[in-house]
């Protein structure tokens, strides 16, 4: 068997139905800590893989990275020898996870019952857009429809001078796909103590809206309100990076301490005597106020001025840093974050595993494998004959590099 077997979820197999990024995020934490991810692509494939740059038409940057470690088999599921061959490595298989919409699975009769018959052990996992028992079930859920429902969107646009906008990352498909890992980590670890399998839902939307709601439920939490659902610090149109005299700096002053030890370092302590300057609870309650004062003064100095002071009253604060200052980044480099693979496409960095195991670390994995590349090896591990094999591929149930 090819598949890699370092770090804490080595042993753990996963059939991997999933497409885009939502899902690929989820199984690629798998394949990071070791579980052998089998990706069952349709004859098409991921339509991740022909987003640009790449070295060829299939194989983009985006689709190399979230599906490291990974095995690709291709199978046309509208086929019943596909389906009757996914059967039969659903037998062996500890996880069962997809991110097609729940009417899709029941045309293909793919359904948590239908998998759990020949495995009951299997962890099943949907990853919908929409919760499949409300009304939004089968609409088509990407990144930006979800943070537009979420409430993200109206969100950024209190920091817009009201034009709404999209956060700048895919932060519906990677919270759901972050959510969709532990989930299924906790389902095996009750599968460890009961021996049952279970089904679970992972849907985007109501999954972002409480990753939204975290803080922003606010005063909508009691019943009756006691104000908005908005935390007025987060939306506040003045938070957003000090302009200093020769750049850009991102600053926390946030509890009692940061405060007085600023306006010490100003030669300013009679500002901690200013009504709006008292609380938590007064700060919050004058936000716009309080970082307009900041930013009045945060513009005499230079950047390098307001990180030494900074630096000696123990206040958060950093230079606002670009992508490609990220690729060079002494912290990420001295940590080991950024690692270099020699691949046949050339050599490759990849971002590194962000958690540490002291005793089961994982490990990147090959870049995403080619269309199809372990059809048959996937094939063969699961007890197929060369007969079998040969038919399946002849039917056009199976393919390899197609």
Known sequence: MSGRAQGPLAGVRVLDLTSVL?????TQIFADLGADVIKVESPQGDTTRFIPPGPDAAR????????????????????????AALLTLAKSADVFIHSMRASAMERLNLTYESISAVNPRIIYANLYGFARNGPYRDHPAYDDIVQAASGIVDLQARLSGGQPTYAATVIADKVAGLTGAYSVMAALYAREKTGTGQEIEVPMFETLVSFTMVEHLCGSLFQPPMG???YPRA?????????????????MIYNDKHWRAFFEELGHPDWSTDPIFASMRTRTENIGAVLARVADVMITRTTDEWMALFRRAHIPATPIATLTDLLKDPH?????FWQERQTELGTLRFPGIPTHFSQTPGAIGDP???????SEEILREAGFSEADVTALKDAGAIGALT
């Open 22 to 26: 939502m899902g690929p995020y989820a």
């Open 228 to 230: 908005p659902p908005e």
């Open 368 to 374: 995403g494998p080619s269309l199809g590349e372990q």
């Open 60 to 83: 983009g940057a985006m689709f190399l990275n979230v599906n490291r470690g990974k095995r690709s088999i291709v199978m046309d599921l509208k086929q019943p020898a596909a389906r």
């Open 332 to 336: 990420l480099h001295q940590t080991g």
């Open 235 to 251: 939306t506040s149109a003045a938070r957003r990076p000090y302009q200093t005299s020769d750049g850009h700096i991102g600053v």
